[in-house]
């Protein structure tokens, strides 16, 4: 039998031409000379490993948990295990290797890098990737907060890093620290952790400086639904109203629809009714309305509004039909009560139908006020109304009764609205109607110098001479029109046609 010098002589000639074959050798070491393997061949094995793709090393988890203490032996076990089960894999592969990175996961150290991540952790990567491969498509709540639980968030980067997507544009990925809260929050508010939900997001918060995917707005609403759930309805109700009144929360459907639902709890069903009428403003796909409809149909008929309940569950009974959300026993139920079991038309269409009710009904007390459209933003997004008193007032897209796309036809329109105000409690016109609306001079056709305000990836926006703006599309324009444009050149165009997004043009000589 070789000693356990020759052996060792003999892999380290090896591990350069024949890894699998010095990590043999190693693993004979620890077979026959248990009492003198040390934490230097554990390196030395683990090197070898590393540069193989050997995946059924049964003793290397005993091994591992002999020198866990050594940083080395901890660290390049941990990238064995992320080359082996996690590099280049699928969600789905990883979750298929799950209980052989199981193995290693207690006895591997997570690498405090919240001040220095120059060299990076693997534990914590291989515990993202796992929770990354739970979350998608069966969310596994239970898996998540697991790994979560593993993790410690003080040892985690506060940094964010860059990226460049496929269009070349830079990207900033969120730092470790904000995604782990992400997580964790999102897991203990799904489990009805509610108590420590809130510990959770209160850390977030306070641990995370720069915000991704409105991760500070969900840690506060969060801390909102956890209120909720334990009948601390005055704190909920603080936390809510605090949300909506800011510029990010005062067009989140779901913050007006949870709020809703908290003062249904309440039994305050007027102004449950009138905060669902807010949140179904806001929401633009049906695909994404059937939660808010049962919701509305229930009050409703809390309301004793029994017929206006029946239309919304009838938008229920088609986007069933029509694949849009699967049915529940929540939904039957709602249906069979109305005894709707066929019906014409497509759920879309009625849903729009809806914005002018819900916009009539929020504001159907308000005093009407009568005024003059006098401007439009060259970006098409707001505007100001002149009314009594040469008073003026601002709207948005968001602003009129119906939906709309494109506001510059509106210049000059006379208008009804109401009086509403906004997040920062400055005064928004409302519910704007058109009363009277010239029609206007047909542009098609009409040839003019313009300026090039901006260049895009899909062409060129370029301001008229009539104050009109409009864009010439790529497909009208040279391949490299990006080099040969620039902002601020004139250039004369033809407005080729007029839609509900604006004008198209065409540069001509």
Same mark, same amino acid.
């Given at each position: 039998?070789?000693?356990?010098?020759?052996?060792?002589?003999?892999?380290?000639?090896?591990?350069?031409?024949?890894?699998?074959?010095?990590?043999?050798?190693?693993?004979?070491?620890?077979?026959?000379?248990?009492?003198?393997?040390?934490?230097?061949?554990?390196?030395? @094995?683990?090197?070898?490993?590393?540069?193989?793709?050997?995946?059924?090393?049964?003793?290397?988890?005993?091994?591992?948990?002999?020198?866990?203490?050594?940083?080395?032996?901890?660290?390049?076990?941990?990238?064995?295990?992320?080359?082996?089960?996690?590099?280049?894999?699928?969600?789905?592969?990883?979750?298929?290797?799950?209980?052989?990175?199981?193995?290693?996961?207690?006895?591997?150290?997570?690498?405090?890098?919240?001040?220095?991540?120059?060299?990076?952790?693997?534990?914590?990567?291989?515990?993202?990737?796992?929770?990354?491969?739970?979350?998608?498509?069966?969310?596994?709540?239970?898996?998540?907060?697991?790994?979560?639980?593993?993790?410690?968030?003080?040892?985690?980067?506060?940094?964010?890093?860059?990226?460049?997507?496929?269009?070349?544009?830079?990207?900033?990925?969120?730092?470790?620290?904000?995604?782990?809260?992400?997580?964790?929050?999102?897991?203990?508010?799904?489990?009805?952790?509610?108590?420590?939900?809130?510990?959770?997001?209160?850390?977030?918060?306070?641990?995370?400086?720069?915000?991704?995917?409105?991760?500070?707005?969900?840690?506060?609403?969060?801390?909102?639904?956890?209120?909720?759930?334990?009948?601390?309805?005055?704190?909920?109700?603080?936390?809510?109203?605090?949300?909506?009144?800011?510029?990010?929360?005062?067009?989140?459907?779901?913050?007006?629809?949870?709020?809703?639902?908290?003062?249904?709890?309440?039994?305050?069903?007027?102004?449950?009714?009138?905060?669902?009428?807010?949140?179904?403003?806001?929401?633009?796909?049906?695909?994404?309305?059937?939660?808010?409809?049962?919701?509305?149909?229930? @009050?409703?008929?809390?309301?004793?509004?029994?017929?206006?309940?029946?239309?919304?569950?009838?938008?229920?009974?088609?986007?069933?039909?029509?694949?849009?959300?699967?049915?529940?026993?929540?939904?039957?139920?709602?249906?069979?009560?109305?005894?709707?079991?066929? @019906?014409?038309?497509?759920?879309?269409?009625?849903?729009?139908?809806?914005?002018?009710?819900?916009?009539?009904?929020?504001?159907?007390?308000?005093?009407?006020?009568?005024?003059?459209?006098?401007?439009?933003?060259?970006?098409?997004?707001?505007?100001?109304?002149?009314?009594?008193?040469?008073?003026?007032?601002?709207?948005?897209?968001?602003?009129?009764?119906?939906?709309?796309?494109?506001?510059?036809?509106?210049?000059?329109?006379?208008?009804?609205?109401?009086?509403?105000?906004?997040?920062?409690?400055?005064?928004?016109?409302?519910?704007?109607?058109?009363?009277?609306?010239?029609?206007?001079?047909?542009?098609?056709?009409?040839?003019?110098?313009?300026?090039?305000?901006?260049?895009?990836?899909?062409?060129?926006?370029?301001?008229?001479?009539?104050?009109?703006?409009?864009?010439?599309?790529?497909?009208?324009?040279?391949?490299?029109?990006?080099?040969?444009?620039?902002?601020?050149?004139?250039?004369?165009?033809?407005?080729?046609?007029?839609?509900?997004?604006?004008?198209?043009?065409?540069?001509?000589?």
């Amino acid at each position: 039998m070789d000693s356990k010098r020759e052996l060792q002589d003999r892999a380290k000639l090896l591990i350069e031409t024949n890894p699998s074959g010095a990590a043999d050798l190693y693993l004979t070491m620890w077979k026959d000379y248990r009492e003198d393997f040390n934490n230097y061949d554990a390196v030395a @094995l683990l090197q070898a490993l590393r540069k193989t793709n050997r995946k059924d090393v049964i003793e290397l988890p005993l091994i591992v948990e002999k020198f866990k203490d050594y940083e080395i032996v901890s660290s390049l076990c941990g990238w064995y295990v992320f080359n082996s089960f996690i590099k280049h894999k699928t969600p789905q592969d990883i979750l298929n290797s799950e209980n052989s990175i199981c193995n290693y996961i207690n006895i591997i150290k997570q690498k405090d890098i919240s001040v220095d991540d120059n060299y990076p952790c693997p534990f914590s990567i291989i515990l993202f990737k796992l929770i990354e491969a739970h979350s998608k498509n069966l969310f596994n709540a239970n898996k998540i907060y697991e790994y979560c639980k593993k993790i410690n968030p003080d040892f985690l980067s506060k940094k964010t890093s860059e990226f460049k997507d496929k269009e070349g544009k830079t990207k900033q990925n969120p730092s470790d620290i904000e995604t782990y809260y992400q997580y964790y929050t999102k897991v203990c508010d799904k489990l009805n952790k509610s108590e420590e939900a809130i510990d959770a997001c209160e850390k977030g918060l306070k641990a995370v400086s720069e915000y991704h995917y409105d991760n500070d707005l969900w840690f506060q609403m969060r801390i909102a639904r956890a209120h909720r759930n334990l009948k601390d309805y005055e704190s909920s109700e603080k936390k809510y109203l605090e949300l909506i009144n800011t510029r990010a929360g005062s067009t989140k459907y779901f913050l007006f629809e949870e709020y809703s639902g908290l003062l249904n709890d309440q039994e305050r069903y007027k102004e449950s009714w009138i905060q669902s009428l807010r949140a179904g403003i806001q929401l633009y796909d049906v695909q994404y309305s059937a939660k808010l409809l049962l919701h509305q149909s229930r @009050l409703l008929a809390r309301l004793d509004r029994i017929d206006d309940a029946k239309k919304f569950a009838e938008i229920i009974f088609l986007g069933i039909q029509e694949n849009l959300w699967n049915n529940s026993t929540e939904y039957q139920k709602l249906i069979n009560y109305f005894e709707i079991k066929e @019906l014409k038309g497509k759920s879309d269409k009625f849903f729009k139908d809806l914005y002018k009710t819900f916009k009539d009904e929020l504001y159907f007390d308000s005093e009407i006020n009568k005024g003059e459209i006098v401007f439009i933003h060259p970006r098409g997004k707001l505007g100001r109304i002149r009314f009594s008193n040469n008073e003026s007032i601002n709207f948005s897209k968001s602003s009129f009764n119906n939906r709309v796309r494109n506001l510059d036809k509106f210049n000059g329109a006379k208008v009804s609205f109401v009086i509403d105000y906004d997040y920062k409690s400055e005064q928004i016109a409302e519910n704007i109607k058109i009363e009277n609306l010239e029609v206007a001079k047909v542009l098609v056709g009409l040839t003019s110098k313009g300026k090039i305000r901006n260049i895009v990836d899909f062409g060129l926006f370029i301001d008229m001479e009539n104050g009109k703006t409009g864009l010439a599309h790529i497909s009208t324009l040279p391949k490299d029109f990006q080099e040969i444009y620039e902002v601020g050149n004139v250039v004369k165009v033809r407005v080729e046609k007029e839609t509900e997004k604006g004008l198209s043009l065409k540069i001509v000589d």
